[in-house]
């Protein structure tokens, strides 16, 4: 799908590196920002709260990104550390709403100019390169919140559910290796990726679904 979209739209893979790299580093700012708010100065001490994305993806999560089109992050935290004891499901629930806040500002801003723009009139290329390229980080987004808010370890999701339900984070405590279930969800997810239950599938319709929304609300 990569390859083919570059394919398609030679600029494609300058949105989707611009795109995620942009993501990712917001989405690890945002979980730096909550453990510093709930006590924990580690990110600060680390040199990990700035904006350079080699300090946060590294160069092998970089260079994947640009031969495969995925990528990683991380930050560094203490848990001790933490005022409270659920402080880590505010932690962990950061990085997602980073993502999905990210994809509404791009959404909303695309309807905007989209509504402000006469009805058949053409787009420059520059105007319609930059429109493509909101467009993909407001799905994208929407795909990075939908994939981090899977409760499968060691995705956000997964330290979120289990702060609301003990049931779960006994269960995941008893399994010796958590990243079975990432390798578990990764093997479906691959199976699902050229379907229509695909993340970027189902983003792209959420995403068009948010447009028309916005649409309709607007009158137009």
């Given amino acids: 799908m990569f390859l ?29 920002w909550a453990a510093i ?12 709260m700035t904006i350079d994305p080699r300090v946060h993806m590294g160069w092998t999560s970089l260079a994947m990104l640009c031969f495969v089109g995925t990528c990683f992050g991380s930050m560094p935290v203490d848990p001790s550390r933490f ?5 880590y499901v505010i932690l962990a629930a950061a990085g997602p709403l980073m993502n999905l806040g990210l994809a ?9 100019w989209l509504m402000g723009t006469a009805e058949g009139e053409p787009a420059s290329p520059t105007g319609e390169n930059l429109r493509n390229f909101v467009w993909t980080i407001g799905y ?3 795909a990075l919140f939908l994939f981090n808010m899977v409760p499968v370890p060691p995705l956000d999701g997964s330290t979120v559910l289990a702060g609301f339900h003990r049931g779960y ?3 995941v405590e008893s399994v010796r290796n958590p990243a079975t279930f990432l390798i578990a969800f990764m093997f479906v997810f691959t199976l699902l990726a050229s379907s229509d239950y695909g ?10 679904g948010y447009l028309d929304t ?3 609300i607007a009158g137009r």
């Fill in 4 to 32: 083919t979209k570059i394919v398609e739209d030679p600029h494609f893979f300058t949105y989707v590196v611009v795109t995620m790299v942009i993501s990712v580093v917001l989405h690890e700012l945002a979980h730096g």
């Fill in 37 to 48: 708010w709930q006590g924990d100065r580690t990110p600060i001490e680390l040199g990990h």
């Fill in 83 to 87: 005022r409270h004891r659920r402080s």
């Fill in 104 to 112: 509404l500002l791009a959404l909303t801003g695309l309807a905007i």
């Fill in 140 to 142: 994208s987004n929407i």
């Fill in 169 to 171: 984070a006994r269960m």
């Fill in 199 to 208: 993340l970027f599938a189902v983003s792209t319709r959420v995403s068009q």
């Fill in 214 to 216: 916005v649409y309709a």
